[in-house]
Nanobody
Framework: QVQLVESGGGLVQAGGSLRLSCAASGGTFKSYAMGWFRQAPGKERELVATITSGGTQHYADSVKGRFTISRDNAKKMVYLQMNSLKPEDTAVYYC??????????WGQGTQVTVSS
């Protein structure tokens, strides 16, 4: 059973940057696509960035040009570099496998708060 632990969140001013990390343990990692999701208060969880096993990236329009997803298969890590942060990026951020049919139980996530 794969377990995922997110870290790297915090409080940052608008325009600032954060780098989130997702550590995977157990199971196979390199064969799966991975995604970063976020859930803001009162809103549904949304997918913001994906990366395939081969490294192809896709982004939600709301973060395109500002966020970069990457992975290190040897370390079983997925990263989300977030630049030019906006208050609307405030949310709890999660990582998980893709597609949803092979998703693991959700971790605790990491809180990102962007002040204006």
């Amino acid at each position: 059973q794969v377990q995922l632990v997110e870290s790297g969140g915090g409080l940052v001013q608008a325009g600032g940057s954060l780098r989130l990390s997702c550590a995977a343990s157990g199971g196979t990692f390199k064969s799966y696509a991975m995604g970063w999701f976020r859930q803001a208060p009162g809103k549904e969880r949304e997918l913001v960035a994906t990366i395939t096993s081969g490294g192809t990236q896709h982004y939600a329009d709301s973060v395109k040009g500002r966020f970069t997803i990457s992975r290190d298969n040897a370390k079983k890590m997925v990263y989300l570099q977030m630049n030019s942060l906006k208050p609307e990026d405030t949310a709890v951020y999660y990582c998980n496998r893709l597609p949803a049919s092979i998703a693991t139980p959700w971790g605790q996530g990491t809180q990102v708060t962007v002040s204006s």
